[in-house]
Structure formats: C-alpha cells, structure tokens
C-alpha cells in the first residue's frame, strides 16, 4: 500500500515547513550548540506536533533518526505482572505511548529512561552526550508518573532529554511544566490548510478546485491531518475528476455522533435513550476516545436544540464530562448527560405545550 | 530495544554525513543552566533564610533536627538540602545519603527494607581524611507527597527508632499530603514562591557570566511572568537566548512566547462576547481560543487578575463570575475538558451580565 499523503509529505526539515516558519526557526536555533533542554510540546490534534518534533531530531542527529524500527517491548511491574508496549526507536531516541498500558505507565517510563541514560554513548564518534526520549500524550499520564518523573529529568539530564508530546497543558503537573522549556504549536488556520492541500495536490498532480479545498479546511476543524485525509478520500470517490461542488465524506464516527444527537432530541423516552446506549457502544467499541465522543455530542446538541436551553446543557455538560475523566466507566456518564439532556428538553416542550 | 541501548555501535560507521558539523563540538557535555547554577553552598540559595540559618549553624556543628520542606516547584527544596549534605560531609557524602525520590519503589517494603538497612550502619564523626563530619546519616525522601499513606506510616517508627544515626529530609510541594504523625516530627520550612527582584538579580548575574544581552526591561517581564519559580525563569531565560539567534537582544515578544502568557486582547474579546450575550458566539470563541494552544489554566489565571482589576463588572457580579472561575479551574486541572470548562465559564459571565 502507498503511503497516505498526510505522511507521504510531512515536511523533514524545519526550511520545509508550510506555517509556523518563524516558529520553525526558532526551534532550529535552538538546537544550534548541539544541546536543548527537556521539552513540553503542545497543541491541538493535527497542529504539526509530531512534525516538529522529528524535524528537531533530525537538526539535532542528521538522517539517522529517520532509521526507524519499532520494537515491542517487555517490563514487569513489582507485582510481577508482565507489560508489553510498542516503541518505535532509531539509535539517537525512542518513542514510546506510556498510557498504552494505563495505570503502569510509571514502570515504564523509568525503566525506559533508567536504561537510556544509564548506557553512555561509547562509541567516540558519538555527536552527543544525550538521547531523546519522546513521550506522547502526556495529558494521559497518571499523576503517579508524572511525579516520577520530576527527579529524574533533573538527575538523568547530562545522559537523556525528554520531549513530552501533549493536547493540553492543564493535565501537566506544575512541576513538570516548571523543568521544561513549553512550545506552544497552534492549529493552522483555514487559509493555510488551503495552502496545504493545493500544495500537495500539486505534487501529486492532481487539479484541486479551491472552493473544494476551501470545503474541506472548514470541515476539518483546523485539524490538518484531517483535512489531508479527507481530501485524499475526495480524490478516490472522484476517480480522478473532482469538481468544486462534489460532497465532502466526513469521518462516519463524526457523523455518527452527530446522528445521536439528533435521537435525543426527536423524541424522549426509554427506547430512545437505548438506541442512543448502542451508539455510544459502538463509538466506544471503535476506539473514539469518550472526551472527543463527549465534545462532539455536546456541539451536535447545541446546534440543533434551539429552546433556550444552551446555559443549562453546557452547566450539565461541565459537570458530566469531569466526572467521566475522573470515574472509569465513561458510558455510565455520558448515558447520564443524555438522559439529563433529554430531561431538560422534554420539560421545555411541556411547558411549551401547556402554555398554548 | 537492544541496538538502541548500545547505540553507536551498530551503525555509527556508516553513519549520516548530514551531522558531520556537529561532530565538531565532539562531546562537549553541555549541562543547562539550571543545573550549571544550582546552588553549591547553602549560602548561595536565594531568598529561604530561616532554612539557611538552620544548615548554617549545622555546618557549624549544632545538631540537625528531622526536616520537613515544602513549597511550589523551582523554589530551591532539593538544591538546598543536596548542597547541605555536599558542606556537611565533604568528599563522602554519596554514602551518607540515600536519596529516594518518586521514581523510586517507595511501597511500605522499601520504607522497611532499604531506609531500615541504611540508618542502620553506624556512621562515625570523622571522615576518611581525618576531618570531622557529624555523625549521622540523612535520609532524602523526596516529592514524599507521592508516597502512599500506608508507606508514610511506615516511616513514622523508622524515623523514631534511629534518631540517634539518622536523620530524615521530607520534600514535597504539598505538605496536606503528608500526614500528621509526620509532619510533628519534622521541622517544617516553607519555600515560598521566590520574591521577583531577587530572581531578577540571579538572572542578571547569570546574563553577565554567559554573555547574554537582555534588556532590564524584558527581563522584568520574564521574572514577572513566572510566578516565583526560579527554575523556570532560568529555563526561560536560556531558552530566549537561544530561539532569538545569537546577537540581537533577546525581544519581549520572545519572552511572552516562551512563558506562554495569552496576549490581552483575548481577554478582552472574552468579555466583549459575552457582554452580547449569545450563548453561540461565546462557544465559538471558546473553540477558536482553543485553536490557538493557548493552556486554559493560564486562562483563568490572567482572567481572574483582570477580574479583580477591572471596572468593568460590579462587585456583584465579579463575585458570582468569581466562584465560578474556582470551580471551573478545580475541573480543569482535575483533568476536565478545558473547552467544556471554559464554556461553562462564559454562560456564568453571560448570567451575570444580567444580574
Ligand atoms: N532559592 C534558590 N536560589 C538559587 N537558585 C535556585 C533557588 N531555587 C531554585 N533555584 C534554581 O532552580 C533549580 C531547581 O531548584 P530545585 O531543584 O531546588 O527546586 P525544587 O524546589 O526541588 O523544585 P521541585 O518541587 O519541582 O522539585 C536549581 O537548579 C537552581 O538553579
Ligand atoms: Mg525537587
């Protein structure tokens, strides 16, 4: 199979990046002696994080970082439980998801950075006296990891640098956030994604019509691997001829979601809330992570209710979606929210009715 | 996994011509400046007097209570007590300290095992080389407000029983974490948030020796910007010098950018929008302010400041926006989603409006 073109023209080198230019400069002088401190990336979904990040290593070790291979890996907690995580590594840094194995996360990451920085570059033509270690979605980190790795990022320094990958800030402890220079990468915006995608259908020598691409910036939410997705799905359901009108396929997930908010708010009942329970399954069962299944319903039922109750449902949405990030059963609250929701309307639509 | 620990070893032959350049500055071990300027002598720690006074008349060879210190991050708790045993115990003191931190097992078998087995080899009052050391052992348990309870339990007879050959150092930021038994017997210090002209005199002490050119002005900004955490704004400070390029003064802008404080223009857009109360518009500056990166906790920080100040609410009103922004910045934290959370916001702001 070819490679997506989200990936096939991810720029490698800060001269080659599409936005964020002077940005891109600054993180190249900053790795300009041969030395940076430990980082703290971060941005919306598909602002570039990753992108930077490995044209930094790039900068900082030449192509051999782009020598990758992943390599699943073996720990085992005190309790002796065996954990398996998938890495993907060149010889100057690895890469690693610690909440892939939940709550242990915290073996991981010191075994991992223990074992970097206990083994010295030996070898005398070694560039540097450090390897990266590339931590992603460290807004899932449990508290318990984040706190191990206060004391470690200090006394390891000289041997290891970390770049930690995250969406949010707010889930950072202070400490961590204190012992970390903070790169702040925001979304493109919508004229830069056109940019973006012309570019790249010019590459592939495609004819891209701008209202098309216009189309799609706006559809994908700023999100830019997104909107290279779905331009590359315009492109196989046109089968060569796109036109500046032809539909735009969102994610079905997306469109989903949407789909359930449009049940709970046609009717209120038992039955209803049960077909809104089999969404969620499934959107659940396929991987969409409940805070963006959470978000996205939220904004389905603001757009389509229309009753005066936005104040009441975002006060509800507050306090739901908290207790869903700190509970451990997320269908239990978002099933909650539904029902409140549904609640809210039908008392509306009474009042309404009796009024007449 | 294997290749990658070895390094090197492997590929290092064939490796890239595209880094040569960087062979060059062959090894330099390059150490950033916040470990290059951490305090080496007690003495050279900034602002925490009473502590100082304290390992002073330590050094000078009073007897050293159990010690407690707490404070937020970047305020010089670990570097103190480090640069404390280094004075205290001269050439050998890799032996008569162990120092478990977070990323160590710290489980109640550990507590009994490892601090057990360590207090209890004797330390005598000379060193090697025929100076005098106290005679005792310090235990450095630090971020101890990670520690379970059950493990911090497990101290409280340690600590008691080997007074005579050891004493403890509890660290941590928060000191609600630790439970009673054991903060009753320690002496607590608090490292407050460091006072902003003191940083300001440590960053330009630090400017002068690497050759860094800062305009005062914009190093007050900085200082300013990082809430008494001397760490940061000594990582901030390295990081400007850097990302600006060499030779051109370091400008406000970068400072702004890497303190990552929000512009005030979005608070003020903030406020504008609600003021029209459309419940729609605030969610879709939310979600635009989100596009921007920006952290919200950051947010709600600058917004409560401009709160207080402003005249543009009254008092009323400022206090039911007031008790909102706690609740909302205890969800946010807590791990609540910020555009949820900052929506919420703005529907109290709008209410308020009214009131
Ligand atoms: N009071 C101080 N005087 C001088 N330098 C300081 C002071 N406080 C912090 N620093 C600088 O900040 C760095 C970090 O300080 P330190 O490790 O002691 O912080 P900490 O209080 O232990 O923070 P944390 O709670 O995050 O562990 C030091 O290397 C030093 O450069
Ligand atoms: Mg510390």
């Given amino acids: ?356 | 996994m294997q290749s990658f620990l070895k390094s090197g070893k492997l590929g290092s032959q064939s490796l890239d011509k595209g880094a040569s350049s960087s062979k060059i500055t062959k090894k330099s071990k390059t150490v950033p400046w916040v470990e290059k300027y951490r305090p080496q002598t007690v003495n050279d720690v900034v602002e925490q007097n009473e502590v100082v006074a304290v390992l002073n008349q330590c050094i000078s060879g009073a007897d050293l209570p159990n010690l407690l210190f707490y404070g937020p991050p970047g305020t010089g708790k670990t570097s103190t007590i480090l640069a404390a045993a280094k004075q205290l115990f001269g050439d050998i003191y890799r032996e008569r300290i162990l120092e478990l931190n977070a990323s160590d097992e710290r489980g109640i078998q550990v507590i009994r095992d490892k601090v057990k087995t360590f207090s209890q080899l004797t330390a005598s009052a000379t060193r090697p080389d025929g100076k005098a050391c106290p005679p005792f052992k310090i235990v450095i348990l630090d971020e101890a407000d990670s520690m379970t309870h059950s493990a911090q339990a497990a101290l409280r007879r340690t600590m008691e029983k080997e007074t005579k050959t050891t004493r403890f150092c509890l660290i941590c930021n928060y000191v609600s974490r630790i439970i009673e038994p054991l903060t009753s017997r320690c002496s607590k210090f608090r490292f407050k948030p460091l006072n902003e002209s003191m940083i300001h005199e440590r960053l330009k002490l630090i400017s002068e020796k690497e050759g860094i050119n800062c305009e005062d002005e914009t190093l007050k900004t900085l200082v300013e910007n990082c809430g008494g955490d001397m760490r940061r704004a000594i990582t901030c400070l390295q990081s400007c010098s850097k990302l600006q390029g060499s030779g051109s003064p370091i400008s406000v802008n970068t400072v702004l950018e890497v303190t990552g404080v929000i512009p005030h223009n979005w608070l003020l857009e903030f406020v504008e929008v609600c003021k029209r109360k459309s419940y729609m518009d605030a969610v879709e500056f939310v979600k635009k302010f989100g596009y921007e990166a920006y952290s919200a906790s950051q947010f709600l920080e600058q917004f409560n400041c401009f709160l207080v100040n402003t005249g543009i609410f009254s008092d009323k009103q400022k206090a039911m926006i007031g008790e909102k922004l706690g609740t909302v910045n205890y969800f946010v934290q807590d791990g609540g989603s910020e555009y949820i959370q900052l929506c919420s916001l703005a529907t109290s702001v709008i209410l308020a409006c009214d009131a």
């Avoid at chain 1, 989200?6 to 790795?31: A, N, V």
């Avoid at chain 1, 006296?129 to 990022?153: G, I």
């Avoid at chain 1, 005066?308 to 997320?330: D, F, P, R, S, W």
Wanted: glycine fraction near 4%; charge should be neutral; charged fraction near 25%.
């Fill in chain 1, 1 to 356: 199979m070819s490679l997506l073109w989200c990936d096939k023209y991810r720029p490698k080198d800060f001269s080659k990046l599409d936005f964020h230019k002077e940005q891109g400069s600054g993180l190249k002088s900053l790795t300009k002696d041969g030395d940076f401190p430990h980082l703290l990336i971060y941005g919306p979904m598909g602002a570039g994080k990753k992108t930077r990040i490995m044209c930094l290593l790039k900068e900082l070790y030449g192509t051999g970082v782009e020598r990758l291979r992943s390599e699943v890996m073996t720990f085992t907690t005190p309790s002796n439980k065996k954990l398996e995580i998938g890495t993907v590594s060149s010889n100057h840094h690895i890469e690693v998801n610690p909440s892939d194995v939940g709550i242990y996360d915290r073996v991981v990451i010191m075994n991992i950075i223990k074992n970097v920085a206990q083994t010295q570059q030996l070898d005398l033509s070694g560039q540097k006296s450090f390897k990266v270690v590339v931590l992603t979605d460290v807004d899932a980190l449990t508290k318990d990891a984040q706190h191990a790795l206060r004391r470690t990022m200090e006394k390891y320094i000289t041997n290891c640098r970390l770049i930690l990958c995250s969406t949010t800030m707010s889930r950072v402890i202070p400490a961590i956030k204190s012992r970390c220079l903070c790169i702040r990468i925001p979304a493109p915006t919508t004229e830069q994604i056109v940019q973006v995608i012309e570019k790249t259908a010019s590459l592939e020598d495609i004819n891209f019509p701008r209202n098309l691409a216009e189309k799609i910036a706006v559809l994908s939410e700023r999100n830019l691997r997104r909107a290279l997705l779905m331009s590359e799905a315009c492109k196989v359901e046109a089968e060569g001829k796109l036109t500046p009108n032809q539909n735009v396929a969102e994610p079905d997930w997306l469109l989903m979601i949407r789909e359930t908010a449009r049940i709970i708010l046609n009717e209120q009942s038992i039955q209803q809330l049960k077909k809104v329970r089999e969404n969620l399954y499934e959107l659940i069962c396929r991987g969409i992570p409940p805070e963006i299944i959470f978000k996205n319903l939220l904004d389905g039922l603001l757009k389509q209710c229309d009753l005066g109750l936005t104040a009441e449902i975002l006060e509800n949405a507050a306090t739901y979606e908290h207790q869903m990030v700190q509970g451990n059963k997320e269908i239990f609250h978002l099933e909650a929210f539904v029902a409140k929701c549904m609640c809210l309307y039908q008392n509306v639509l009474e009042e309404m009715k009796s009024d007449f």
